[in-house]
């Protein structure tokens, strides 16, 4: 018997081992194996097996089988083998994206061992002996250190046991410098067992003479032995005010006993349901269009104003799923979403509820993997990588802000949107998607519209708030002496003043982190660019350097130019950091703070801040557009958009459909509550078309216009879009390669290509870019024989000498 095997690598196709008879027993696709290709060890997973040998070749034989059960089933690699189709990519570049770092272990892999496991080998079998001291000798190994320590033997399932029991980890897990979580429990050694021996040994004098602290530890140990079911070390330590070594000294006199034991990382609450809200009259119509278009559609887009309350629409679907056991995945945009949500869901739905996302450590993914592959996990919150989950019993996926452009994923491959891909990925298990939104996608409203997807509206916020009032500020009456741009005008400081006097809470939004986004000689008009890409560099002036946005490169700030020798720089425009400087002279008695990429980078850093936010600790919070995302406070009567003039100018496509979703986004964050908000845009371009449709929170009449441009250039949601990327560290090279990759298309789709041509930033990381365009009609045919002539030309072009090192990257549906 054979298998085709998927591993972790960017390989043309999937290559084939052979299975040993005395291996076939209990196994399945889905199942990790050992396997060797030029001579680096890999886990694969088994895809499915095949009866006849290859023609062309001796396949080599699996060496070990890894799993007793597979670790994804029949919808997993079914995703993974759509996934690597439609957008382009390898199926081992699907399952490194997917997998937890400790299923995906390779001869690259590096074992760290585990400091908190101790010397204490006793439990471990002859080969996991000789790796665990090895370990304790050096500290790290790689996997053909392993190899050598056992000869040459079956290396990753000793490899699997030792992660398993704790001995070690890989590399990737310590990237977080996060620990396995266990828990010390107390309790009392069995010879005092008995209240007879227990008030024996209390009236000890001459045990408890010079011992006043150990008597006063015990004493509270058994008072929190009849309040609690257990008995923690920080628990003890702490009623007790008594130190570790007076702990300590029980345990050495054998009168309590210490254990420490394995916990779940994650929370886990009591499993329960509680819907302690009635809907609105709105939500129960819109409720109902939904399990109606359900009946014959399995996608429904539910378009709702800001504060409509598709959230608690949501709980009610996620409700009925529950009460069939079945798994429901509910899929964010971004990380700072989750925090408020969470606690919601969490209230509703207690235990039945988990959380994934890209800020967990490989060892909270690990667990939360193995509870959705067992079905323990009915409701799952996650960003787009929860998508990869192993669900078994899936019935509704719901997309919450569908339109964000996070759900996208850039680089590395695979480059999928999330969004897509979740409803293809339910209808492998015949189950429903939900798209929601207040600000749809052109692409998903088109879809409705048009009968595709089932159409549900809530226009109408909860309560029936009124929307907030929208002004613009005409930012050519405000420019200071040196030419710059004004960061708060005198309309909107009065507007902020009243609000704070009110007690009320003000949302600043500008879509620019740092201080300043450039600064320019004086003199000569110089600007400091980054070396590594064609980038001007941002001036952080927290930490006092600049940054490049792009590479992460970090330069000292720059006091001379580099053209002419002057001392002096004017900074040019204004970051978050800027804005939250001002505000501090402007309103010396307000708390202020900021929410963006840098100022909440911890784990759990965007959720302290919301709460601070949420319990009006903060009175003005300036931000990015992580401000924008769905996030829900009662007290916010005032919102701000700084600098609309820079939604607006973008050479795009979708330049007015971003900016009209961010306005109308940030724009909802106020008035939720009662209904009185204002939202002040400053901006100078007053007649731009979008202003006016945010102004009258007028969707349709944008979609109408937006569709209507689109239609006439072929644009999506008219035509499929596909970006071709080339990289390379020699600009002729690229120009030539993207030139030569253009000619051979031109023959088949010259009616549909652009290109060759340099993106807006044509350097970055020390590669220069070159792009292709392939606008295609929506015909299936001719979409499938693009990606085949491209997959073609770009194998041809890395046969040529001169070509070999140019990277290649072609992008379904680009954001």
């Not at 971004?334 to 408020?340: F, M, V």
């Not at 741009?485 to 003000?506: F, G, H, M």
Request: charged share 25%; net charge neutral; aromatic share 10%.
């Amino acid at each position: 018997m054979y298998a085709e095997i998927i591993i972790p690598l960017a390989l043309p196709k999937n290559y084939t081992w052979q299975v040993p008879d005395h291996l076939t027993e209990g196994l399945l696709p889905g199942c990790r194996v050992e396997v060797s290709l030029k001579n680096k060890k890999y886990a694969g997973i088994i895809k499915k097996f095949l009866k006849e040998k290859p023609e062309s070749f001796d396949p080599r034989p699996i060496e070990s089988v890894l799993d007793a059960e597979p670790l994804i089933y029949k919808e997993q690699l079914e995703l993974w083998e759509w996934i690597a189709q439609y957008y382009m990519c390898s199926e081992g570049e699907v399952m490194a994206a997917s997998l937890p770092a400790h299923f995906k272990l390779s001869s690259e892999s590096t074992l760290v061992f585990n400091e908190s496991f101790g010397d204490d080998f006793s439990s471990l079998d002859h080969d996991e002996y000789l790796v665990a001291e090895a370990l304790l000798l050096k500290k790290e190994l790689k996997i053909p250190e392993v190899q050598e320590i056992l000869h040459g033997g079956a290396t990753y399932p000793v490899v699997k046991r030792l992660i398993d029991k704790s001995v070690c980890y890989v590399y990737e897990s310590l990237k977080e410098l996060y620990k396995p979580k266990t828990e010390t429990y107390i309790s009392l050694h069995p010879d005092y067992a008995t209240d007879e021996k227990m008030e024996a040994l209390l009236n000890e004098d001459k045990e408890w003479s010079r011992a006043e602290k150990q008597m006063e530890l015990l004493l509270s140990f058994l008072h929190l032995k009849k309040t609690e079911p257990e008995v923690t070390r920080p628990a003890l330590l702490k009623k007790s005010g008594a130190s570790d070594a007076q702990l300590k000294a029980l345990i050495s006199k054998n009168i309590l006993v210490a254990e420490q034991r394995s916990v779940d990382r994650l929370r886990v609450l009591p499993r329960n349901i509680h819907i302690s809200f009635d809907l609105s009259a709105a939500q129960e119509l819109a409720l109902a269009d939904i399990k109606k278009h359900f009946e014959d559609k399995n996608v429904c887009l539910l378009h709702g104003y800001t504060s409509s309350g598709k959230t608690q629409v949501y709980i009610k679907l996620i409700e009925q799923q529950l009460l069939e056991n079945k798994q429901v995945l509910y899929l964010v945009p971004e990380i700072a979403l989750t925090s408020q949500i969470v606690r919601r869901l969490q209230s509703h739905f207690g235990g039945y509820l988990g959380i994934y996302h890209s800020r967990f450590s490989q060892n909270e993914r690990f667990e939360i993997w193995n509870k959705v592959r067992k079905g323990e996990v009915k409701i799952l919150l996650g960003a787009r990588s929860a998508l990869f989950l192993p669900f078994t019993n899936l019935s509704l996926v719901i997309v919450d802000e569908e339109h964000d452009s996070s759900y996208k994923q850039q680089d590395p491959a695979p480059r999928y949107h999330a969004r897509d891909t979740a409803i293809y990925y339910a209808s492998l298990f015949n189950a429903k998607t939900l798209l929601g939104s207040a600000t749809p996608s052109v692409e998903s409203y088109y879809n409705a519209v048009t009968g595709k997807y089932g159409l549900a509206e809530l226009l109408e916020r909860f309560g029936q708030v009124a929307m907030p009032v929208i002004r613009l500020i005409d930012m050519k009456k405000f420019f200071q002496k040196d030419g710059t741009k004004v960061i708060c005008t005198p309309v909107l400081q009065e507007a902020i003043q009243e609000s704070l006097d009110k007690k009320k809470q003000v949302i600043l939004f500008r879509n620019r982190r740092g201080y300043s986004p450039y600064q320019v000689c004086k003199i000569c008009g110089w600007i400091p660019q980054c070396k590594n890409c064609d980038v001007s560099l941002t001036f952080h002036k927290l930490t006092n350097k600049l940054l490049c946005h792009y590479c992460g490169t970090s330069y000292p700030p720059v006091n001379t130019c580099a053209a002419c020798g002057n001392h002096e720089f004017i900074h040019r425009n204004f970051g978050t950091e800027k804005i939250e400087e001002e505000l501090e002279t402007l309103f010396p008695n307000a708390h202020i703070a900021r929410m963006d990429v840098d100022s909440v980078r911890g784990k759990t850093a965007h959720d302290m801040l919301i709460k601070q936010f949420e319990q009006k600790r903060v009175d003005i919070l300036v931000g990015t557009q992580m401000v924008v995302k769905g996030l829900d406070f009662d007290h916010v009567d005032l919102v701000g958009i700084l600098d609309a003039d820079s939604l607006l100018n973008f050479s795009e496509f979708r330049v007015n459909e971003r900016a009209f979703q961010l306005m109308e986004q940030v724009s909802g964050r106020a008035g939720r509550k009662d209904g009185k908000g204002k939202v002040l845009i400053q901006v100078a371009n007053t007649r731009h078309p979008v202003l006016q449709w945010v102004i009258d929170h007028d969707f349709k009449a944008f979609y109408q216009q937006e569709a209507a441009a689109r239609q006439q250039f072929s644009y999506p949601p008219f035509s499929r879009i596909i970006r071709i990327s080339f990289r390379h560290k020699f600009q002729e090279i690229v120009h030539d390669a993207a030139s030569v990759f253009a000619l051979h298309l031109h023959k088949d789709f010259g009616n549909y290509l652009t290109g060759p041509g340099e993106p807006v930033i044509a350097r970055i990381r020390n590669q220069y870019i070159m792009e292709l365009m392939l606008k295609l009609p929506k015909n299936g045919s001719t979409i499938a024989y693009a990606k085949q002539v491209i997959h073609q030309q770009k194998a041809i072009l890395q046969n040529d000498r001169k070509f070999r090192s140019v990277v290649v990257v072609p992008d379904i549906d680009p954001v």
